[in-house]
């Protein structure tokens, strides 16, 4: 097989898994306590903010992976709408439970348009590298700038969501719920945004 229908078709491979599981409510099972992160892992997840989380939520897919940098920053961003679609699915529930009083309520209506912001963003910027072809192609950058740009905006969104319930009054377990959640969604968009900085040209990487 030609090298470059060698990795069109592990690039296909990897797309169609990662959006058939996507497309459940939970995109992804739990990392297995038994998955072994690769050293390309390992070493990509070094210069995340938040290393050690960025193993632990990517090793499950290591095979899928393998040392594709985009493989890697897909799976990162597939990661990230599972959690944002789990946080945005909370503060949902919490906006129709009863017995929230009112001056709890603005607050956590403003997070779930904020966390359904985010998920959009997310799952945009996943279709859109998922389209970007292989780097040395003309239109690679474009495809990676909108990335850069969406999962930017997605992690304003997860913090304007916890800036909402910082000083708020919204009673203290409701908050420390809530903003638990978001700071999870946060993190892992986090690494994300790394991860694609990674693949971006270098004249692209901040």
Same mark, same amino acid.
């Given at each position: 097989m030609e090298?470059?229908?060698?990795?069109?078709?592990?690039?296909?491979?990897? *797309?169609?898994?990662?959006?058939?599981?996507?497309a459940s409510p939970s995109p992804f099972p739990s990392p297995?306590?038994?998955?072994?992160?690769?050293?390309? *892992?390992?070493?990509?997840?070094?210069?995340t903010r938040? =290393?050690?989380?960025?193993?632990q939520s990517l090793s499950a897919y290591a095979p899928a992976i393998h040392?594709? =940098?985009?493989?890697?920053?897909?799976?990162?961003?597939?990661?990230? *709408?599972?959690?944002?679609?789990s946080a945005h699915a909370f503060v949902t529930r919490l906006s129709r439970a009863k017995g $929230?009083?009112?001056?709890?309520?603005?607050?956590?209506?403003?997070? $779930?348009?904020?966390?359904s912001d985010t998920v959009d963003q997310l799952t945009s910027s996943y279709r859109e590298l998922g389209h970007a072809?292989?780097?040395?192609?003309?239109?690679?950058?474009?495809?990676i700038s909108n990335v850069q740009t969406w999962v930017s905006a997605a992690l304003t969104d997860e913090s304007t969501c916890m800036d909402g319930f910082a000083g708020s009054p919204v009673e203290g377990r409701l908050r420390?719920?809530?903003r638990a959640r978001i700071e999870n969604a946060m993190q892992v968009t986090s690494n994300a945004l790394a991860l694609v900085n990674h693949v971006a040209p270098k004249d692209m990487q901040p």
């Open positions: 090298p470059y229908l060698r990795v069109l078709t592990m690039t296909l491979s990897l *797309i169609f898994y990662l959006l058939s599981s996507a297995s306590p038994s998955s072994a992160p690769s050293d390309f *892992i390992k070493r990509s997840c070094g210069s938040y =290393p050690t989380l960025c193993v040392d594709n =940098p985009k493989h890697l920053a897909q799976a990162a961003l597939a990661v990230s *709408i599972k959690h944002a679609r $929230v009083r009112s001056r709890e309520a603005g607050a956590v209506r403003d997070c $779930v348009e904020n966390m072809g292989l780097p040395e192609s003309a239109e690679f950058p474009w495809h420390n719920s809530v």
